[in-house]
């Protein structure tokens, strides 16, 4: 039986490069784009959704016979217009110049990155936690305070469709923000870009 000597071959294995491929600074300015194209896509639709629901609101203010159902529609009101305050004030795009290094792109789009993870993450608090007050006096004019819903199942079957779309959205956002740790975890792991 003859020996093998491998050293030569396990010498070569160990000398070659590890590294990744860098990404070019074309690349990393066209996922930045991505990214603020996403932003301003859902931008609109939040917006949009939040002039229906402000435009509801100061229907229902206005129409509504019961002191009750106004106040709750005042709540609802304002905790829509601070969402979408919020909204907008933490999803407005940064902009970045096109003359900066392929380094300085690629941090600035982890950072974007990171930014969007944490509207992701944090969502509930300032822009869902706001209408909570709304909300619950909204269903406890349903269940409580409207003779025609009271002791019948239509305020259980509002309820459900709430909570409903309430985990629905949680399970989105942070989908959404596991999406985005997961991409700033491959950036990490790339290194500094080609210049």
Not at 22 to 40: I, P, W
Not at 156 to 169: C, D, K, Q, R
Request: with cysteine.
């Amino acid at each position: 039986m003859t020996e093998h000597n491998d050293a030569p071959i396990k010498a070569l294995w160990r000398a070659q490069s590890t590294g990744v491929p860098a990404m070019s600074v074309s690349y990393v300015r066209h996922r930045t784009g991505e990214l603020h194209r996403a932003f301003r896509i859902r931008n609109w639709l939040e917006q949009g959704a939040g002039l229906l629901a402000l435009a509801g609101c100061s229907v229902v203010i206005l129409l509504a016979p019961h002191p009750w159902v106004k106040s709750a529609a005042a709540l609802l009101l304002i905790g829509a217009a601070y969402g979408m305050w919020q909204w907008r004030r933490r999803t407005a795009p940064f902009r970045t110049d096109p003359s900066e290094s392929s380094a300085a792109s690629l941090s600035f789009y982890k950072r974007e990155l990171e930014r969007k993870r944490d509207i992701h993450r944090t969502l509930w608090r300032w822009y869902v936690l706001p209408m909570a007050p709304g909300v619950i006096a909204m269903l406890g004019w349903n269940f409580f305070g409207d003779p025609q819903t009271r002791g019948t199942s239509a305020p259980w079957g509002v309820l459900g469709m709430l909570v409903a779309w309430l985990v629905v959205s949680m399970i989105y956002e942070r989908y959404k923000a596991a999406q985005c740790q997961r991409e700033i975890d491959a950036l990490s792991a790339l290194g500094e870009p080609e210049r």
